[in-house]
Nanobody
Framework: QVQLVESGGGLVQPGGSLRLSCAAS????????MGWYRQAPGKQRELVAR???????NYTDSVKGRFTISRDIDKNTVDLQMNSLKPEDTAVYYC??????????????WGQGTQVTVAS
């Protein structure tokens, strides 16, 4: 089994910054990709940013230039630095990983979610 444990999140004013962290532990052999999704009330879950095994990163258009995803290969962690936050960034943020385990094969894993609220 693999566990994704998130930290960070909270309440911040518009224009502020937050940093989310996610650590993968357990039966991890290779992390194919890790990233962050978010889901706002009444909306579908959407990809925010991800980093592939190659190091390539992808961002949804609405966060480009404001959010930065980074990883620590040795620690199996991924961080999301969020700057210039807007009210529309308010959502539950979920860590996601596609991970190859000692059991064989790659599976998708999700964290429990962390609330980010951007409000005055």
């Amino acid at each position: 089994q693999v566990q994704l444990v998130e930290s960070g999140g909270g309440l911040v004013q518009p224009g502020g910054s937050l940093r989310l962290s996610c650590a993968a532990s357990g039966n991890v052999v290779v992390i194919n990709l890790m990233g962050w999704y978010r889901q706002a009330p009444g909306k579908q879950r959407e990809l925010v940013a991800r980093v592939l095994k190659s190091g390539m990163t992808n961002y949804t258009d609405s966060v480009k230039g404001r959010f930065t995803i980074s990883r620590d290969i040795d620690k199996n962690t991924v961080d999301l630095q969020m700057n210039s936050l807007k009210p529309e960034d308010t959502a539950v943020y979920y860590c996601y990983g596609n991970i190859y385990t000692w059991s064989g094969g790659s599976l998708d894993y999700w964290g429990q979610g962390t609330q980010v609220t951007v409000a005055s």
